[in-house]
Nanobody
Framework: QVQLVESGGGLVQPGGSLRLSCAASGFTFSMYAMSWYRQAPGKERELVAVITSFGGVTNYADSVKGRFTISRDNAKNTVTLQMNSLRPEDTTRYYC?????????WGQGTQVTVSS
């Protein structure tokens, strides 16, 4: 059973940083691309960043390019989203996701609030 557990969210001032982590289990982590999404109330879920199985390729939403960095540790089955220069509009819930055997799996999410 695929399990994804996010952590690291919280309250931060504008311009600050947070590091989100996602612990994965129940599948061969190193074989699958991993993604971070976010979804604000009343809005569609937005792809924030994606990383290929061995980390060779990453891609980002235009809104976070140059500020966020996705990385993974295949030895620890974790994927991380380093978020710098945070803005109030980054406030929302962030989700870790992957697709295994044609099924999309989601974590429970972690809340990020950027406010002074």
């Amino acid at each position: 059973q695929v399990q994804l557990v996010e952590s690291g969210g919280g309250l931060v001032q504008p311009g600050g940083s947070l590091r989100l982590s996602c612990a994965a289990s129940g599948f061969t982590f190193s074989m699958y691309a991993m993604s971070w999404y976010r979804q604000a109330p009343g809005k569609e879920r937005e792809l924030v960043a994606v990383i290929t199985s061995f980390g060779g390729v990453t891609n980002y939403a235009d809104s976070v390019k140059g500020r966020f960095t996705i990385s993974r540790d295949n030895a620890k089955n974790t994927v991380t989203l380093q978020m710098n220069s945070l803005r109030p509009e980054d406030t929302t819930r962030y989700y870790c996701s992957t697709s295994v055997a044609s099924r999309i799996a989601w974590g429970q999410g972690t809340q990020v609030t950027v406010s002074s």
